[in-house]
């Protein structure tokens, strides 16, 4: 059974090395007796060191909203995964849809996949269309995304891989305007033929997939249980330490019910 994960990904909040320490200390706290899941905060990369070194072996793990691909050289303001694994990382995002706004292609998206999961990263590979459209051909702008990603994964690593579906549409909204479970079955379903049509049955099976899009309290549990993913991407409801805390035991109890 794949052991759920919750990824925290605060983007560019909070402003405060002082506020971000609060933050990650509320989230602890209401992390503190879960047994069934894995949490994990993704803060900005100022803050993830001296946290990670506050917090050196907290059962909440760390992880980065962005990687680069090579490990030194000339490339200047970029973030190696040798740095980050040092730096007490042991997850990373890559190809979050704000990214890709910004101008990060397919191509740029893979070596940085490539590269995060040879160096032992649990990487995790966010997919996921703007908008739907009636004859289906968003499905295929997501297979895209994910083999153009997968294609040429060194073999012996792609354990490492996690993907989280989060369609634009859905996220910074509010929980009733999320994916609906059946919906998201559909595409946890998609995805999984997917992989497995570029890697193979079995590690289709074995990869993690995430949601992500206005999770919070209020659907939580339906989206687990019913959209039969193995966790949740959560961006503004990990920023209130309640919030974020309601949905790691949602998730945690939807555990023990399997
Ligand atoms: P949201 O963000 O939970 O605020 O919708 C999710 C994400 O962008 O990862």
Redesign the pocket.
Known sequence: MIKPLVVA?W?LNPRTLKEAKTLFSGIKKNASRLKNIEAVVCPSFPHLIPLAQSYRGSKVKFGTQDIFYERSGPFTGEVSPDMLTDAGTDYVIVG???RRDLGEKNELVAHKLHAGIRSEIKTIL?VGERERDADGLFLSFIKEQIESALRGAPKRYVGNIII?Y?PLW????TDNE?ITPHDLHQMTLYIRKVVAGVLSRKTADETPILY????ERGNAQSLMEEGEVNGF??????LEPNEFGAILKIVDKAVNKK
């Open positions: 990904n983007k979050h849809s704000e966010c989280a989060e859905a996220i910074g909204k999320a992500g899009g206005s999770v991407l959560v961006g503004h409801a990990s």
